[in-house]
């Protein structure tokens, strides 16, 4: 296992697909490296290509503000990052050998990080690491437990910009990790 800066060195000078060749920016990953909460999504898209940050453009701006207005904030609370690094063109879905050539460094960036609570954001995300008969509309909302991790996915912010009808959902699953995260491991302030 590398350390941070040693893992990042290997991602920004990562050529192991084709992705590598054609990136602004590799995104590595943003947020509080010991959060308990980890949030995985598919792979950069243009606004994160360009600033080399993790779901900063709309989509990840809903997230973000979704996120906050239930009182989990990217610097305390949580780490944010993707399954590539590098964003494909056009914002097509990462291919196989792109997401294998790029899981070690997430596996190697969850080891870092332990998080408690692992959040796979949208299908690609969810068939990657919680396995392929994983049906996102079925499935999100779910919890299973695997390896000392709390897993679950719920809809990708683009998909919830693109369609309103899952909004509700959504959030209602946000409010599921936020309430997950507080009953195991939020240190409460007790007066005695
Ligand atoms: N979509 C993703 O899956 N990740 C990002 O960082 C941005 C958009």
């Known amino acids: 296992m590398l350390k941070w800066r040693e893992l990042y060195e290997e991602c920004v000078n990562c050529h192991k697909c084709g992705l590598g060749d054609n990136r602004t920016n590799m995104v590595f990953g943003d947020g509080n490296p010991r959060g308990k909460i980890m949030f995985i999504g598919e792979a950069p898209g243009a606004d994160e290509d360009k600033t080399g940050l993790p779901f900063v453009g709309r989509a990840g701006q809903l997230l973000t503000k979704a996120l906050e207005s239930i009182g989990l904030y990217r610097k305390d609370d949580y780490y944010i990052c993707n399954i590539c690094k590098c964003r ?105």
């Open 88 to 192: 494909p063109e056009n914002n097509r879905t990462p291919y196989g050998h792109e997401e294998e050539a790029c899981i070690p460094y997430l596996r190697n960036q969850v080891a870092l990080v332990r998080p408690k609570i692992i959040v796979c954001l949208g299908a690609t995300a969810m068939n990657c690491i919680l396995g392929k008969d994983w049906r996102i509309t079925r499935d999100r909302g779910k919890w299973v437990e695997r390896k000392g991790f709390y897993m679950t996915a719920t809809f990708h912010p683009s998909a919830v910009l693109r369609d309103e009808n899952k909004k509700a959902v959504f959030w209602e699953d946000l409010k599921n990790i936020k309430a997950k995260y507080e009953e195991n491991f939020q240190v409460k302030n007790v007066d005695s």
